[in-house]
C-alpha cells in the first residue's frame, strides 16, 4: 500500500510524542537551563516548536509565507511560565496544525501542491516537520544527561 495522508499524520503525532517523552519527568532546574547563554533552555525550545507549528498551519491556510518574527514574538509572549501551561499550548498548536491538515486534505495525494512556508511544495513535504522534532528531543536529551549523567532514555 502506498504512504499515504494518514501514514504522513501518524508520523507527525508520533515524532511530537517521542519528543515529549524526552521532556517527561524534567526537574525544575532542568526545565530553564542551560549549557551556554546563547541556546534554548527546554521551555524556550517548546515555545519555538510553537512558533514552528502556527508558521506551518498560516503558510498552509494562507497560500502566503507567514512573517515568522511576529509569530515567535506572539508565541512568546502568550507562553505560560508553567510546564504543564506550555506543554497543553504545544499540544494545542500542534493539534490545530494536524486538523488542519486532516480535514483539508482527506484523501488528497501527499503530491498535492500547498504552500511550504511560503514556496511552492507538495503536502508530502510536511513530513520534514519529523526532524524538527527529532533535532529538539536531541537537545533536551543533552540538557538531560549534562545535569543528569544517570538519566537513561530507555
Not at 29 to 35: A, F
Not at 85 to 110: C, Q, T, W, Y
Amino acid at each position: 500500500m502506498a504512504y499515504a495522508l494518514e501514514d504522513l499524520l501518524h508520523a507527525l503525532t508520533h515524532s511530537r510524542a517521542r519528543f515529549l517523552k524526552h521532556v517527561d519527568g524534567l526537574s525544575a532546574d532542568q526545565w530553564n537551563w542551560k549549557p551556554f547563554p546563547q541556546c534554548k533552555s527546554v521551555h524556550e525550545t517548546i515555545v519555538h516548536l510553537v512558533a514552528d507549528d502556527r508558521f506551518a498551519l498560516g503558510a498552509l491556510a494562507t497560500g502566503v509565507k507567514p512573517d515568522y518574527s511576529a509569530i515567535v514574538a506572539a508565541a512568546e509572549s502568550e507562553a505560560p511560565k508553567s510546564r504543564e501551561g506550555v506543554i497543553a499550548m504545544l499540544a494545542d498548536s500542534h493539534g490545530k496544525l494536524v486538523d488542519f491538515v486532516r480535514s483539508n486534505f482527506e484523501g488528497s495525494p501527499l503530491d498535492t501542491p500547498v504552500s511550504l512556508y511560503g514556496t511552492p511544495g507538495k503536502l508530502g513535504e510536511l513530513g520534514h516537520l519529523c526532524s524538527e522534532d527529532y533535532y529538539h528531543a536531541g537537545q533536551v536529551a543533552f540538557i538531560r544527561m549534562a545535569t543528569d549523567p544517570g538519566w537513561n532514555y530507555y
